[in-house]
C-alpha cells in the first residue's frame, strides 16, 4: 500500500504565504515525479507544479509565487506559496508517480486526500 498525507493549508490573507507538504509512505520503490494540483469550485483541476528527479514546472498563473521542491529522504514534496490571491482558491491535491516493491518497475499514479487553501481578498 502507498498513501500520500498532505498538509499546511488554511486560510489566509490575501499576500499571505503558506506551505504545502505532502509525504509519500509505504512500500516504496521509487518515485519518479511529484505534483501538485488544484481545484476550485465549479472547476476542474488543473497542474499547479511538478517536480522530477532535476525539473520543475509551473502553471504560467503561479510563476514567480510558488516554488515546488522535494526531499527525496523523506519521499515529501512541498509546495511553497507566496503572494497568494483570492484565485488560488481551492482544494490542493498531491499526485506522484510510484514504483512499489515487489510489483513492476512500472510507476503507478497516486493521490492524497488534498487539503483546502483559501484565500480571502
Known amino acids: 500500500q502507498v498513501q500520500l498525507v498532505e498538509s499546511g493549508g488554511g486560510l489566509v490573507q490575501s499576500g499571505g504565504s503558506l506551505r504545502l507538504s505532502c509525504a509519500a509512505s509505504g512500500s516504496i520503490r521509487s518515485i519518479n515525479v511529484m505534483a501538485w494540483y488544484r481545484q476550485a469550485p465549479g472547476k476542474e483541476r488543473e497542474l499547479v507544479a511538478v517536480v522530477t528527479s532535476g525539473t520543475t514546472n509551473y502553471a504560467d498563473s503561479v510563476k514567480g509565487r510558488f516554488t515546488i521542491s522535494r526531499d527525496n529522504a523523506k519521499n515529501t514534496v512541498y509546495l511553497q506559496m507566496n503572494n497568494l490571491k483570492p484565485e488560488d482558491t481551492g482544494v490542493y491535491y498531491c499526485?506522484?508517480?510510484?514504483?512499489?516493491?515487489?510489483?513492476?518497475?512500472?510507476?503507478?499514479?497516486?493521490w492524497g486526500q488534498g487539503t483546502q487553501v483559501t484565500v480571502s481578498s
Open positions: 499526485n506522484a508517480a510510484i514504483a512499489r516493491w515487489g510489483f513492476s518497475t512500472n510507476p503507478s499514479n497516486y
